[in-house]
């Protein structure tokens, strides 16, 4: 069964240096998601990506993150210089199609820790 | 704006009961609607989900749930609870005028007694 698959799995970071947590969505789908769960909370929808840019972010996704999709497999989110407080369960997903009905894949997450 | 409510952080049941997981949203019109379930070390794994037509929705692994548009409300439900069931549950709304977002609840975290 294709699978979104997310690396690493943890990842520790210092503050202030910058990272990149990368995601391969399922081969056909054509829109791809980051969502994030701090430790204790819910889980946000960060920003939804659709032909090579983006279609719709929330307010937590501010200048310091940013998306590619730096080749035909790969969708990564940057974090320009994290914070303690970017410290979360980050999660991709995708879906074959951007209407709300089409299901989204997650991914098993990369829990980034932020020291 | 749109929120989803699970007022149930933690429930426990035991193997063989019945299971009933609340989920309360708020939004003007009628929402496609989700549930997810999220084993420990797995990503989130969606179990059924309603946009139109029969209210009561099948989905995978003998869950149901059923719309209420009067009460606002998605419950999960199972006639008979397996060990293998034990996980977090998320509820989740997608606003039918916007394709891309869904808005979770907090989750209920789901333990099973032998």
């Known amino acids: 069964e294709p699978e979104v698959t997310q690396t690493p799995s943890h990842q520790v970071t210092q503050m202030g240096q910058e990272v990149i947590l990368r995601c391969v969505p399922i081969?056909?789908?054509?829109?791809f998601y980051w969502y994030r769960q701090i430790l204790g909370q819910k889980v946000e929808f960060l920003v939804s990506f659709y032909n090579n840019e983006i279609s719709e972010k929330s307010e937590i996704f501010d200048d310091q993150f940013s998306v590619e999709r730096p080749d035909g497999s790969n969708f990564t989110l940057k974090i320009r210089s994290t914070k303690l407080e970017d410290s979360a369960m980050y999660f991709c997903?995708?879906?074959?199609?951007?209407?709300?009905?089409?299901?989204?894949?997650f991914g098993q997450g990369t829990r980034l820790t932020v020291v | 704006a749109q929120s989803v409510t699970q007022p149930d952080i933690h429930i426990t049941v035991s193997e063989g009961a019945s299971l009933e997981l609340r989920c309360n949203y708020s939004?003007?019109?009628?929402?496609?609607l989700f549930w997810y379930v999220q084993s420990p070390g797995q990503g989130l794994q969606l179990l059924l989900k309603y946009f139109s037509g029969d209210t009561l929705v099948q989905g995978i692994k003998g869950f149901e749930a059923e719309f209420k548009r009067s009460q606002s409300s998605f419950n999960l439900r199972k006639p008979s609870v397996h060990w293998s069931d034990a996980a977090e549950y998320f509820c989740?709304?997608?606003?039918?005028?916007?394709?891309?977002?869904?808005?979770f609840g907090s989750g209920t975290r789901l333990l099973v007694r032998p």
């Open positions: 989740a709304v997608a606003p039918s005028d916007s394709s891309y977002k869904l808005i």
């Open positions: 997903a995708s879906s074959e199609d951007g209407q709300s009905f089409a299901e989204a894949f």
């Open positions: 939004y003007g019109a009628t929402p496609y």
């Open positions: 081969s056909n789908h054509l829109y």
